[in-house]
């Protein structure tokens, strides 16, 4: 999901309550689903992303980083860029 014009504290809020949802709701009442979110920022203070591509990998990191406790949102930073991309590659 992009949210325009959103500072990271409203995102947070967003990602937040989809969390809630789906934990509360579950997969049509029967299956307990878990939601691993991951937040990036563009245009907020610190380090901004060079490409649109950089934007979706810091998110993707940020998600991975979520997942790896699952139900929980992470907000990206410099730390995760060692986490291992999709495909399981490192940044060079």
Known sequence: ILLEDT???TATAVAERIRALGEVSGLNGD???TYSIGIATFGEEGEAPSTPEEFIDWADRAMYNSKQDRNKVSIFDESMQELPKPNGTRNE
């Open 7 to 9: 500072d990271l504290e």
């Open 31 to 33: 299956i307990q689903t």
